[in-house]
């Protein structure tokens, strides 16, 4: 069962081919997101919003630790009380820039952004400005850490009003230069993380070292981020597939003896995986 879900909706899919505020980032930062959760070897699914749906679409949700809900303009007040009861008992959700500025006509919201999710999220976007044509893309840095990340596409200029609220990363260039780009609100048991721009993969990475996910394989198997890893499983046993797409040996580190079912070989400690080659492992 997969930890982390990716939420998407017909509201947005639709509004977002003709919005160009918003509609060109959200295949960027779901790709981000992506490759992020691939490459780490961590199962996610897809999950799409039901409005009028609530009760059943908060049980479904409840079976999730995160929800990536990268760029929900249109948001509805319904799925916004689903969201927060969600975070309320004990769940994890992640927005991007946009959040929340249209309801479900299509009408901008005569409130402060982010909308119905202002306040789960602890904070207010004071300004929010395109990242396009001659401007180039602003920097941000995490406050324990000195390595600077990009803030893609559109940045949303973030101001706290929630004791609650943690800012994680500022934006370290550009006029608006100090001012929060991250945020983390508690509310309940849970966590409402605000990111003020798209998402990348280095973002996305970086987030998912920070959340209280892991693969499942990751007590007894180290891959590299270039083979996939996909788990199929019942109530008598799992298999684990690798696949490796890269023209280059992959090294896989085992721990545990395992069989590999396609060749029927025993493999334990670090074994070379051939160039676009295919294991079918089973712990022994």
């Known amino acids: 069962m997969a930890e982390v879900a990716l939420l998407r909706d017909y509201d947005n899919e639709w509004d977002g081919e003709l919005d160009k505020w918003y509609g060109p980032l959200t295949k960027q930062s779901e ?27 908060l049980r479904e949700l409840a079976n999730y630790k995160v929800l990536v809900y990268t760029h929900p303009a249109i948001l509805r007040d319904s799925t916004a009380a689903t969201l927060q009861k969600y975070v309320e008992d004990g769940g994890i959700l992640i927005f991007g820039c946009r959040t929340g500025y249209k309801n479900e006509f299509g009408h901008c919201r005569m409130q402060p952004l982010p909308g119905p999710a202002a306040a789960m999220s602890g904070v207010h976007v004071e300004d929010f400005t395109m990242i396009n044509g ?8 995490f406050k324990d850490q000195v390595l600077d990340f990009w803030a893609p596409g559109f ?22 230069e100090g001012k929060p780009a991250l945020t983390v609100n508690r509310v309940g048991k849970g966590l409402v993380y605000y990111w003020g721009a798209a998402f990348d993969l ?11 996910v892991t693969s499942p ?13 996909a788990i199929r499983a019942d109530v008598q046993e799992e298999l684990v ?34 160039p676009y080659g295919v294991w079918v492992l089973k712990k022994v």
């Open 155 to 176: 940045n949303d200029i973030l101001n706290v009003h929630a004791d609650t609220v943690e800012v994680l990363a500022e934006y370290a260039s550009s006029y608006y």
């Open 31 to 57: 790709l981000g997101w992506y490759k992020a959760l691939q490459y780490g070897h961590i199962p996610s699914d897809m999950v799409t919003i039901r409005p009028g749906m609530e009760s059943e679409q």
């Open 202 to 212: 280095a973002l996305a990475a970086e987030l998912l070292r920070q959340l209280p």
């Open 241 to 274: 597939f690798l696949l490796n797409y890269s023209g280059e040996t992959a090294q896989v580190k085992l721990s545990v003896e395992t069989e590999e079912l396609l060749s029927g070989s025993r493999l334990t400690g670090t074994v070379p995986l051939e």
């Open 217 to 229: 394989i990751a007590g007894w198997c180290k891959a590299p981020s270039t083979v996939e890893v």
């Open 134 to 141: 001659t401007a180039s893309p602003v920097s941000v840095r």
